[in-house]
């Protein structure tokens, strides 16, 4: 209490005020009951125990969850959520980051198909009053076209209102206002210290010069941000639009497979579209933001201070400026829309032959082929230098013109409307108004003359800077359509792919096995392998038809039925094979829908570590399939599961075919397709191997010409073997009707082994009939000379028959 009271009279104000708060606080807690004390002692406790307890739980689960991400990292792997969501963790600084990766859902991509494709066309999707989507093939330019496809790629980029990518938007144009707002501080502060400098102010000048640098540090880190935030909204952009694609490409209607193989709309180049293309229009498309959007404040605002200042003289002159400068540069402005995409697409072809080159490397280098693939590269690489450098002397005439009007020009009207509140007062607005008062002295007049003028400068440099780039925005806009036409022909082509949706031009019929004339059924829910009347074709790209191999092939196969596919070279063995497993259209008949079944990435593929432990399979089991496979060896050779190398060129050909069957082993589908599987394996192990299939219950469809394989197949189906008029044959394996089929194969065999000498006369004759050569009066010439000496002093062979036609005739083949 005496310390209290110590306090209460001390000379120190803070001292006094503490002394009374203690007092007054000592005073309400007397007034508290004793229950009331203790439920706050009772909930400080509880509120200590359980922050601490939280605060465990978050640091134990916190620490886990790094443990969790570096073990993955190590492996290359993730978590799958229940909404088939992914979570991978990546490196970040000295620990990992976790990231989610949400799948675009299927409502969303038939949402979408009404902006990618004709709406007219897709059934269920829209009503026929849709306006029509512009086709893809439009040319890109400033037009609707490109309005309708950029609001089409922006519904993905920026999904709702609520994304990330509003935010990021939201936050650039804050800094992109904050610089519009910087720039007229600047103006004003360059006039201000301007004037005292000629006035001879010092303490003035100098606190100027302490407010620039302030101001100038404040604008540098403003610049900075507008810039990162820029490259954000485009890695944003493109985050979207890669994972929309992969999405829309990579998935269980084999998109990947069919764009290529089937479509044709996007050439052999989808990952220059993936790729270049996509990064391009990304940081054009960001870009546009600031581009266009901040020049036109910048516009707007300027034109409003300068309209104060100068008076609407001045702004009629800048308006009309503006229009004029847009005029001529829009008259006489290159297309370069659709120069960039003509340049995009001759990049990607350039980029496809030295693709070509590296896959076939080892059949180039076995061919010597070198020299002519060299030729290739060098006139790809011409036509591209050639059309590239034809822009570049566009963009040289186009950039002189620009600079002379937008520069030069454009700064000699400023000073013009600039001089108007001096030589013409009453126009000049308020910058005019001290002029015609002619009060004041001469030297404070000149002082403002010379304030006015530089902060209406300043202004005019703004303004011709913000309308400059708005002029440089044209160019920009043709380059960004020429990326949107190339990024949306991409989606549209995917949409067409993934919808199926092709029909052919309207008033006309579509081509005979085109993708326009798919008329097939797919059986679902059938157990087995079942063909009925389906034509073997080899598909066109579309829209042209395809080549008929079989015209109508019929056969069923149930559950523990093995079926044996043979017949000559090219006659459409491994086309069954694609039809059944979805790769190429039934254009007629029906088959049944087969769902996708499939050392540790290697023997588990298609699946991933994630599928392989939500299954509950362990490295034990891959142990004992490749025992099976007999390649039980190979995690000790190659130093374990997790070691990486090149298996193509690490395996031999049988291992890559044992591989090929551990994975059959692993997958254990009801049923498989072995094309040519085991054609590198030796007799023994092949029966092992299937053996070893058919015990797990898988049901076998092998395409081979090794005639050993019947003992473990049911049927056969020989193809281009079958009876007179027919294109191929179906028995079962053991039956009088099959061992006389193969007798009569036999028999044709002989019979054609007979004829070989006489094919062989036969070639001989045509080869002397095509020597000769004959005179404009119907008689032979003779031979020169040299040539029948030549021939006198060849040395006779025992035979004249050619190395080629031996080998032939020894297989049975001939080359007649």
Known sequence: MAAQSTLRNSHDPFLALYAHYVSMLRSRVRGVSRLTKLISTLALLLSIVGTGYGTTKWWRRRRAEKETGRRLLRRNSGLRGKDGSRTIYVPYREATSKVTIHPTKPTTFDAHRRLFLQPQRVAGVTDGATPQVPPPQTKPGLNLAFLHQFLSLLNIMIPRWSSKETGLLLSHGVFLMLRTYLSLVVARLDGEIVRDLVAGNGKAFLWGIVKWC???????????????????????????????????????????????????????????????????????????????????????????????????????????????????????????????????????????????????????????????????????????????????????????????????????????????????????????????????????????????????????????????????????????????????????????????????????????????????????????????????????????????????????????????ITGPNGIGKSAVARIVAGLWPTYRGLRPYLSTGTLRDQVIYPHTEIDMKDAGRRDFELSKVLEEARLGYLPDREGGWDTRKDWKDVLSGGEKQRMGIARLLYHEPRYAFVDEGTSAVSSDVEGLLYERAKAKGITLITISTRASLKRYHTYTLNLGLGEVGEEWDFQRIGTESEKSSVEKELHELRERLAKVEIWKQRRQEIEDELNKVWLENGDELPPPSYSESAMEDEPVSSTTTKPAVEDSTATGKSDV
């Open 214 to 564: 302030g101001i100038g540090s404040f604008a540098s880190y403003t610049n900075a941000m507008i810039k990162f935030l820029q490259s954000k909204v485009s890695i944003a952009f493109r985050t979207r639009l890669t994972r929309y694609i992969h999405d829309l490409y990579l998935n269980d209607h084999l998109n990947y497979y069919k764009l290529s193989n089937l479509d044709g709309g996007v050439g052999q180049g989808a990952d220059q579209f993936i790729t270049q293309d996509l990064t391009l229009f990304c940081a054009s498309a960001a870009s546009l933001y600031s581009s266009l959007g901040k020049p036109f404040v910048d516009l707007c605002v300027f034109s409003y201070q300068l309209f104060r200042s100068l008076g609407p003289l001045a702004l009629s002159g800048l308006m009309a400026n503006y229009f004029l400068t847009a005029t001529i540069l829009r008259k006489l402005s290159p297309p370069f829309g659709k120069l960039k995409a003509v340049e995009g697409r001759r990049e990607g072809d350039f980029r496809a032959l030295h693709s070509r080159l590296i896959a076939n490397a080892e059949e180039v280098a076995f061919y010597g082929g070198d020299q002519m693939e060299r030729h290739f590269l060098d006139k790809g690489f011409r036509e591209l230098k050639h059309w590239m450098e034809g822009i570049y002397s566009l963009k040289i005439r186009y950039n002189m013109l620009e600079d002379f009007v937008l520069k030069y020009s454009w700064s000699a009207f400023g000073y013009l409307i600039t001089s108007l509140p001096i030589f013409l007062p009453a126009w000049g607005g308020l910058g005019g108004a001290p002029e015609l008062l002619e009060s004041g002295e001469r030297q404070p007049r000149e002082r403002n003359r010379m304030k006015d003028f530089i902060t209406n400068k300043r202004l005019m440099l703004s303004l011709a800077d913000a309308g400059g780039r708005m002029m440089y925005s044209i160019k920009d806009l043709s380059e960004l359509a020429g990326y949107t036409s190339r990024v949306y022909t991409l989606i549209s082509t995917l949409h067409r792919v993934h919808a199926d949706a092709y029909f052919p031009p309207p008033g006309t019929r579509p081509e005979l096995y085109s993708l326009s004339d798919v008329q097939g059924t797919i059986h679902k829910g059938f157990d087995g392998v079942r063909l009925e009347h389906v034509p073997v074709v080899a598909p066109g790209l579309y829209p042209m038809g395809g080549d008929e191999l079989i015209e109508s092939l019929s056969f069923i196969v149930h559950s523990g039925e093995h079926l044996l």
